[in-house]
Nanobody
Framework: QVQLVESGGGLVQPGGSLRLSCAVS????????MGWYRQAPGNQRELVAY???????YYANSVKGRFTISRDNAKNTLYLQMNSLKPEDTANYYC????????WGQGTQVTVSS
């Protein structure tokens, strides 16, 4: 069964940056399309970005040009570099396969506030 451990969140001022990491185990990571998702209070979980096994990437319009998804197959780790953060980016961020499995990690909280 897939195990997902997210880290790297925190409190940051608007315009700041954070780098999220997700350690993945239980699957053959290198062949999977992996994604970052987020859920803000009162909202449904949404897809933020994903990356295929061929390193083709997709971004939601709301983060395009500010976030960068990447992967290190040797470390079974997924990353999300977030720049120019806005208050509306505040959410709990999760990684999962795309499409996602029913097994979610705890996520990592990102709070953008002055």
């Amino acid at each position: 069964q897939v195990q997902l451990v997210e880290s790297g969140g925190g409190l940051v001022q608007p315009g700041g940056s954070l780098r999220l990491s997700c350690a993945v185990s239980g699957i053959i990571f290198s062949i999977r399309t992996m994604g970052w998702y987020r859920q803000a209070p009162g909202n449904q979980r949404e897809l933020v970005a994903y990356i295929t096994s061929a390193n083709i990437t997709y971004y939601a319009n709301s983060v395009k040009g500010r976030f960068t998804i990447s992967r290190d197959n040797a470390k079974n780790t997924l990353y999300l570099q977030m720049n120019s953060l806005k208050p509306e980016d505040t959410a709990n961020y999760y990684c999962n396969k795309k499409p996602p499995t029913s097994s979610w990690g705890q996520g990592t909280q990102v709070t953008v506030s002055s």
